[in-house]
């Protein structure tokens, strides 16, 4: 693979550890874009800066959020991580010798000391979907309600209203209540809670005939509270 394609497949990847730190966590997933690392699946989350050069690579600056976790083993583990990525001299991509849903391209990352990691590619929300996304932001109510849906019986729907800021991050408006009939990737809801989540929304190229023309995928949660 030549390095222009093969730096187009580093950002078009999310890169996950196998195997993780734990079988029942999410996986270690690292993301490169724009110049910047980050990774999650540890306590906190790190970032660090990154350049390539050809097969080489350098990662600088690793950071984390410095939240405390309840889990010693987790927080030694990322700790380790955080060392170990600066460490890194050099990285490839090896390509699935055959196509498919359960074939994806590996990530490996080779360290001064000459061991190496090896990551499975996720396609990011944009490579999967072919565009950038819009960003939107969704008030969702602390309880789900019955909704009507042909094929599934005695369906729950997320109450939902979009949210406009202004320029200084001030709520400028809010559109009506409304059922919200799809799912939102990466987004779990809690009953009891309500959330504002920024999400990005990309409209489907052929969305089945009973589905939503769009996907939406969860970037951030803006705001979360208990409602009595």
């Known amino acids: 693979m030549n390095t222009a394609a093969s730096t187009q497949s580093l950002t078009a990847y999310h890169w996950q550890m196998q195997p993780s730190f734990d079988a029942n966590r999410q996986p270690v997933q690292l993301t490169f874009q724009n110049q910047r690392l980050s990774v999650q699946g540890l306590c906190n989350a790190l970032a660090a800066g990154y350049t390539i050069d050809a097969q080489k690579m350098t990662i600088t600056q690793v950071a984390g959020t410095m939240r405390m976790c309840n889990d010693p083993a987790l927080m030694k583990y990322e700790q380790e991580v955080a060392i170990r990525l600066e460490k890194v001299n050099a990285w490839t991509i090896t390509q699935p010798a055959a196509q498919g849903p359960e074939q994806a391209p590996v990530l490996t990352l080779k ?64 559109g009506e209540w409304q059922n ?49």
């Not at 089945?208 to 969860?218: I, M, T």
Request: net charge positive.
């Open 111 to 174: 360290f001064d000391d000459g061991s190496r990691w090896a990551l499975k590619g996720k396609p990011t929300s944009q490579t999967k979907y072919g565009s950038a996304g819009e960003t939107v932001f969704l008030e969702i109510a602390p309880q789900t309600v019955p909704c009507s849906h042909p094929l599934i019986p005695n369906k729950q729907c997320l109450k939902v209203r979009t949210v406009e800021y202004d320029a200084a991050g001030l709520k400028r408006k809010l």
């Open 180 to 228: 919200f009939y799809d799912d939102i990737d990466g987004y779990t809801h809690e009953a009891g809670i309500g959330n504002i989540l920024r999400v990005k929304r990309y409209t489907l190229s052929n969305p089945p005939a009973d589905a939503s023309r769009y996907a939406y995928v969860l970037d951030m949660t803006i705001e979360s509270k208990r409602m009595p």
